[in-house]
């Protein structure tokens, strides 16, 4: 079945400083979304992208879906404490589900 | 509007009960599904449901069962806890994916089995 990576597993950056995760499938993607989940909280929905090569930005926050649609990646710039939490990127599995990444867990020094 | 709501929000189970977790959702959504999530292993698919009377198995579907007997209620049942199924569990649903629709999450069941 359809397998997503995401790198890297932690990451802990001093506020202030930039974050990227990255996100890799196994197979050629239709479309990716991107969640964010607070500590205790919930998954919430971000973004999608769907275009090769499509860049959309929401404020200091940076998304991109590779040329080949097989990879994406979200970067944070100038990291914030209300940025903590666990990103999750997910892809649509033939039109029926979601398939979830591993996430990646980013926590904030002030 | 309150959107998915799941209830119990927290469960202490025995190995060997039975319970059901209730998802219910106010938004007319087509599909549903239950994903259970696991530090480190993210959120996988345990059960979804694309309608009113249909169920298909995820990724993770040994132990459960599910029922969609209304289009606004997703029911997951857990027939013998087991300590493995020790997890938190999440309802979502959407419109319907293949027109790319976000998922819209409750707020979880913390199930612990001792």
């Known amino acids: 079945g359809q397998q997503v990576m995401q790198i890297p597993q932690y990451q802990h950056v001093q506020e202030g400083e930039d974050f990227t995760t990255y996100c890799n499938s196994s197979?050629?993607?239709?479309?990716i979304q991107w969640y964010k989940q607070r500590p205790g909280g919930h998954p919430v929905f971000l973004i999608q992208?769907?275009?090769?090569?499509e860049v959309k930005k929401q404020k200091r926050l940076t998304f991109q879906f590779g040329e080949a649609k097989k990879n994406s990646s979200l970067h944070i710039t100038a990291t914030q404490t209300t940025d903590v939490g666990t990103y999750f990127c997910a892809e649509e599995n033939y039109g029926q589900n979601f398939v979830f990444g591993p996430g990646t867990r980013l926590s904030v020094l002030p | 509007n309150a959107g998915v709501t799941q209830t119990p929000k927290f469960r202490v189970l025995k190995t060997g009960q039975s319970m059901t977790l209730l998802c219910a959702q106010d938004m007319n959504h087509e599909y549903m599904y239950w994903y259970r999530q696991d530090p480190g292993m993210g959120l996988r698919l345990i059960h979804y449901s694309v309608g009113e009377g249909t169920t298909a198995k995820g990724e993770v579907p040994d132990g459960y069962n599910v029922s969609r007997l209304k289009k606004q209620n997703f029911l997951l049942g857990l027939e013998s806890a087991a300590p493995s199924q020790t997890s938190v569990y999440f309802c979502a649903s959407s419109p319907l994916p293949r027109g790319n629709e976000k998922l819209f999450f409750g707020s979880g069941t913390q199930l612990s089995v001792l």
């Open positions: 197979t050629t993607l239709s479309n």
């Open positions: 992208l769907v275009k090769s090569g």
